[in-house]
């Protein structure tokens, strides 16, 4: 049980910092909901928050775009698009 309080109370704090454009915050977000931790498991949600850090040059939340556009988590399959987040952290 432990855990699972961990998780929800960090989430709660990664989620305060993000909205305030904290880019680790948004990137361990899109983390949580990927894996569903402290939340339910959302990949469009992990999405959005990959895509918010990978705005503010995150170069991990880079390559989680790159892999969401590879496999199609969170959005439609893009081959092109993924490439381009792959090599933006080359």
């Known amino acids: 049980m432990a855990v699972k309080q ?3 109370r960090a989430f709660e ?3 305060k910092a993000a909205n305030q454009g904290d880019v680790d915050a948004q ?13 339910d498991k959302d990949v469009s949600w992990a999405f959005i928050w990959f895509r918010q ?6 170069v991990a939340a880079w390559q989680e775009l ?3 556009y ?3 988590i969170g959005v439609d399959k893009d ?8 090599k933006k952290g080359c």
Do not use: T
């Open 13 to 15: 704090w990664f989620q």
């Open 79 to 86: 081959v092109v698009e993924a490439v381009k987040w792959f």
């Open 6 to 8: 961990n998780y929800d």
């Open 27 to 39: 990137y361990r977000l899109g983390i949580y909901y990927r894996n569903g931790n402290g939340v």
């Open 70 to 72: 590879i496999k199609g």
């Open 53 to 58: 850090a990978a705005n503010q040059n995150h």
């Open 66 to 68: 790159g892999v969401c």
